[in-house]
């Protein structure tokens, strides 16, 4: 499985963002999709993901703010990102688990969230 990631860029508090992950391969063993970030100086750490099921899962910190979805006809994950923060500036990085398949992760694209 490869993942390209989409988006990113620079963004002043408040505004929103979108990015997406296309996935390719094996897609079929993929079961969860998701994005994490980094931030300088912190730990990687879970932004959302949403299985292959539908249902979805979000960090504290940006639930009711961002939004994942996806479109299977793509093997695309999208993640709208609302009412940013500075906090939320980071390198976000897509990942994809399957049990069969294990962990694959895309290269990271950078949001800054800066006036």
């Known amino acids: 499985v490869q993942l390209q990631a989409f988006g990113g860029g620079f963004v002043q508090p408040g505004r929103s963002l979108r990015l997406s992950c296309a996935a390719s391969g094996d897609i079929f063993n993929i079961n969860v999709m998701g994005w994490y970030r980094q931030a300088p100086g912190k730990q990687r750490e879970l932004v959302a993901h949403?299985?292959?099921?539908?249902?979805?899962r979000y960090s504290d910190s940006v639930e009711g703010r961002f939004t994942i979805s996806r479109d299977a006809a793509k093997n695309t994950v999208y993640l709208q990102m609302n009412s940013l923060q500075f906090e939320d500036t980071a390198v976000y990085f897509c990942?994809?688990?399957?049990?069969?398949?294990?962990?694959?992760w895309g290269r990271g694209t950078l949001v800054t969230v800066s006036s």
């Open positions: 949403i299985t292959s099921g539908g249902s979805t």
């Open positions: 990942n994809a688990f399957g049990y069969d398949l294990g962990e694959v």
